[in-house]
């Protein structure tokens, strides 16, 4: 079965950094495009970054662009996220999901989610 299981999370102070993992099976993961969606306290689903097969083509949100850097290892069947520069905006449940080929904003598996809490 497919799965995507996040890892990486956790508590830092604004400024910091932290990487998430995301390990996936079930499938064979170099063919699909990839992507990061979050989602604040109280908010809404926010799409992050998306990575194509490849790697030769990634995209950025306006907020974390600069910041944030998404890439794939097809080899360990992993995505990750690195986070630099975080801000207390940055506090979400990340989680990891697979597109399902028809935009790069559409997916059809996700994973559990990743807390990342940004405070001082």
């Known amino acids: 079965e497919v799965q995507l299981v996040e890892s990486g999370g956790g508590l830092v102070q604004p400024g910091g950094s932290l990487r998430l993992s995301c390990a996936a099976s079930?499938?064979?993961?170099?063919?699909?495009?990839m992507a990061w969606v979050r989602q604040a306290p109280g908010k809404g689903l926010e799409w992050v970054s998306s990575v194509n097969s490849d790697s030769s083509s990634t995209y950025y949100s306006d907020s974390v662009k600069g910041r944030f850097t998404i890439s794939r290892d097809d080899a360990k069947n992993t995505l990750y996220l690195q986070m630099n520069s975080l801000k207390p905006e940055d506090t979400a449940l990340y989680y990891c999901?697979?597109?399902?080929?028809?935009?790069?904003?559409?997916?059809?598996?996700w994973g559990q989610g990743a807390q990342v809490t940004v405070s001082s």
């Open positions: 999901a697979r597109s399902d080929g028809n935009s790069w904003y559409s997916y059809d598996y």
């Open positions: 079930g499938f064979t993961f170099s063919i699909y495009y």
